[in-house]
């Protein structure tokens, strides 16, 4: 398998960190949606990442449907999400939110920075929208009470909201301080000490042009 795509992406980094927790071998190719453009369109022409080559050759894009396909492989003993049930709609339903959150912060940093004079309504619109999720995401973290969010198992919901998190928190310094929600604040640092989270890191560093 091939992933193409930065590990300072959110969604890459959520696919990075399944194929190592299923032990599947993959090659990596860092490409940037900018710097790199010509050589991921070549692959996938959305020019967007995570893009996941299989082996038979067949192209995958957008996390989710990426993740579903590794799932497959993985045995029921270490799957990342129940195979069915209401268990498996609610880490959806996480991951569904995390996801959001990361479109959000990528739609906020690209006003911020690839626009003379950032819309200040648009931008009062997604930072509220933003704050709303965090709020119920970190209610819903600390009255659940287990190890991680849905147990005593990683889960894809536990990787999807520490991704995001990271990324937003790189990609909007002065504006979101994670401290502020305290229960996600723990969730993040519990995940970011395992291994396979500090094995696939990648600091946000904005470079305009290249990223």
């Avoid at 995390?98 to 009062?124: C, M, R, T, W």
């Avoid at 909201?161 to 990324?167: C, N, Q």
Wanted: proline fraction near 5%.
């Amino acid at each position: 398998m091939i992933l193409i795509g930065q590990f300072d992406s959110p969604f890459v980094r959520r696919v990075g960190i399944t194929l190592e927790t299923y032990g599947i071998p993959y090659e990596h190719r860092p490409w940037a949606v900018f710097g790199d453009a010509e050589c991921v369109a070549e692959i996938n022409p959305l020019i967007r990442v995570p893009t996941l080559v299989l082996d038979d050759g067949l192209v995958l894009v957008e996390t989710l449907a990426i993740l579903d396909a590794l799932d497959e492989q993985a045995g029921d003993d270490c799957v990342l999400m129940a195979r069915s049930g209401p268990a498996r709609r609610a880490a959806l339903r996480v991951c569904a939110f995390a996801g959001g959150i990361s479109d959000k912060a990528v739609a906020l940093f690209y006003e911020q920075n690839f626009h003379e004079a950032p819309n200040a309504a648009l931008l009062a619109r997604i930072d509220a929208q933003l704050r709303r999720t965090l709020d119920m995401l970190n209610a819903e973290r600390a009255a659940g009470g287990y190890v991680w969010w849905q147990g005593d198992a990683l889960t894809h919901a536990d990787i999807a909201v520490a991704a995001t998190l990271r990324h937003l928190s790189e990609t909007q310094l002065d504006r979101f301080r994670l401290a502020d929600w305290p229960a996600l604040a723990r969730h993040c640092t519990q995940c970011e000490a395992l291994p396979v989270f500090q094995k696939i890191s990648q600091p946000f560093i904005f470079i305009r042009g290249k990223s």
